[in-house]
């Protein structure tokens, strides 16, 4: 479902104003994770938005590893195609491994590592993708506003993973 109606993200007060949409959003929780389901549907999304760009970005920003749907390369691999971009989001938690309560503390940097090698492996792609890694959702908005900064300068252009921290 969408979440957040298309939005020209174009410069710092358009990403910021683009980001608390999304923080303000009710995160929706199920049993399963399609990733593969979320990038058809934003494939989608693409033909009904009206606007005509000369780059294309999916952001995928998820807890866990597809488990429902198709399989993911296969979708990703479509979005590659047509010329599309996926970046990834990898949001760490109790929940992403052994399906604990959300928020639980010592999110294990080893589960987090684990989560970002699979969006780098299986989610991302397309020219400049990256990954960010978050461990817990108290450094999303953090993340996310990072990663708009990034997509929108077009930096570099070859897929990397990179661990968010919150400034404290």
Request: glycine letters at 10%; hydrophobic letters at 40%; proline letters at 4%.
């Given at each position: 479902?969408?979440t957040?109606?298309w ?7 358009s ?6 949409n999304?923080?303000a959003a009710?995160?929706?929780f ?20 009206g606007?005509?760009?000369d780059?294309?970005?999916i952001?995928v920003?998820?807890?866990g ?5 198709r ?9 590659l195609?047509a010329?599309?971009t ?10 992403s491994d052994?399906?604990g309560?959300?928020g639980a503390?010592?999110?294990?940097p080893?589960?987090?590592?684990r989560l970002?090698?699979?969006y ?6 397309g020219?400049?993708a ?6 817990g959702?108290?450094?999303f ?9 990034r997509e ?5 252009t070859?897929?990397?993973?990179q ?5 404290y």
């Amino acid at each position: 479902r969408l979440t957040v109606d298309w939005t020209v993200v174009s410069d710092e007060e358009s990403a910021g104003l683009f980001a608390a949409n999304i923080l303000a959003a009710k995160r929706p929780f199920g049993d399963r994770t399609s990733i593969s389901a979320g990038i058809d549907f934003s494939m989608r999304q693409f033909e009904l938005s009206g606007v005509t760009t000369d780059r294309r970005t999916i952001d995928v920003s998820g807890d866990g590893f597809n488990n429902a749907g198709r399989p993911v390369q296969s979708a990703r691999d479509e979005a590659l195609r047509a010329g599309i971009t996926i970046n990834g989001l990898a949001i760490a938690n109790s929940r992403s491994d052994a399906g604990g309560d959300i928020g639980a503390p010592n999110v294990s940097p080893r589960l987090a590592e684990r989560l970002g090698q699979y969006y780098t492996r299986f989610v991302i792609g397309g020219p400049g993708a990256f990954v960010m890694t978050v461990e817990g959702f108290d450094t999303f908005g953090f993340a996310i506003a990072n990663k708009l900064v990034r997509e929108i300068a077009l930096a570099p252009t070859r897929a990397t993973v990179q661990t968010a921290q919150a400034p404290y």
